[in-house]
């Protein structure tokens, strides 16, 4: 970009790139005012047994929504949360509500484990630790009731403090997975030092499990080693039948996609709970 030629080329490059810290700046401010007056809310998506097809998990994923309708989607508005610092006060309300939310399940006398995800910067932020312990403690979560969907980039950075904080928090029953697994730079090598529970295996591989042998073969791969360490293997993505199909016969422990239920509001997977329950 650097090299654009001539002055022209230079002012419309800071022209862009002025336009972009504006728009940055503009998410940034409606995004504090979203999580002051509560335009923020958790839904949640479940995950299935491969075999029973019984809901055993739930993934929290942020929305920001006015009237139903998605303001910003979370690809939008989390690199800007990341960006601005504003990450650590959004994954705390994220982590907050979600404790609230595995009480609530809890006292509905239908517990179900939750999945957080949880961004580099806030898990590497100095208050994370001490913040999860007192809410596990607040809201009574026993152990397994609550996962921590990490990405390699996380488990990566940090050395060895980073695996000791893994250790800890794993210690106090929190599970912990390795989302959107495949996509990033992580030799399969990592696998065996990270102390994770479970691996996500990204959507991206699903999508092209049918139509490509190339990707089948390395899903099969990734499921058969992933199962050999000892961890669960969860698909992501899962939109047609014959993928939990596939899945299902490679292997996979637990699905989760369209095919089995988009994100909805608490309420909504609360009347589907107590429906599969009678
Ligand atoms: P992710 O953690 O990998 O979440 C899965 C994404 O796939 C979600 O997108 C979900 O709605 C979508 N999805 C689920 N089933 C299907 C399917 O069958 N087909 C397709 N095409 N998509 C499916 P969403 O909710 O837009 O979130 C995108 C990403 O934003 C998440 O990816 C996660 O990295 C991040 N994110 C969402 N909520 C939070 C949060 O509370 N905190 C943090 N730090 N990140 C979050
Ligand atoms: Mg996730
Ligand atoms: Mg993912
Ligand atoms: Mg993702």
């Not at 990566?156 to 980073?162: C, E, F, K, V």
Request: proline fraction near 4%.
């Amino acid at each position: 970009e650097m090299k654009l030629a001539g002055r022209g080329g230079w002012r419309r490059y800071t022209a862009a790139m002025s336009e972009r810290a504006a728009t940055l700046r503009n998410i940034e401010g409606a995004l504090r005012d979203a999580l002051a007056h509560e335009t923020l809310a958790l839904h949640y998506q479940p995950m299935v047994d491969a075999h029973s097809g019984r809901i055993v998990g739930a993934e929290a994923l942020l929305r920001w929504q006015v009237n139903g309708h998605d303001v910003f989607v979370p690809d939008q508005f989390i690199p800007v949360a990341e960006d601005s610092g504003l990450i650590a006060e959004l994954g705390e309300w994220v982590l907050h509500q979600a404790c609230m939310q595995s009480r609530q399940w809890r006292q509905h006398r239908h517990p179900i484990p939750i999945s957080v995800n949880v961004s580099p910067l806030q898990f590497r932020h100095e208050r994370f630790q001490p913040q999860l312990e007192s809410l596990l403690d607040s809201y009574g979560i026993g152990s397994g009731e609550l996962e921590l969907e990490l990405t390699e980039r996380t488990m990566m950075a940090g050395g060895d403090a980073t695996t000791r904080l893994l250790q800890r928090i794993r210690q106090r029953g929190v599970r912990l997975s390795l989302d959107d697994f495949g996509t990033g730079y992580c030799s399969l090598s990592y696998l065996k030092h990270f102390p994770v529970d479970a691996l996500k295996i990204d959507r991206s591989f699903v999508h092209d499990v049918i139509a490509d042998p190339d990707t089948a073969a390395i899903t099969r791969a990734i499921i058969a080693m992933a199962r050999s360490l000892g961890k669960t293997v969860i698909a992501e993505g899962v939109e047609t039948a014959a993928q939990a199909d596939f899945l299902r016969e490679a292997g996979c422990t637990l699905l989760q996609g369209f095919h089995y239920g988009a994100p909805m509001p608490a309420a909504e997977l609360d009347r589907w709970l107590a429906a599969t329950a009678a």
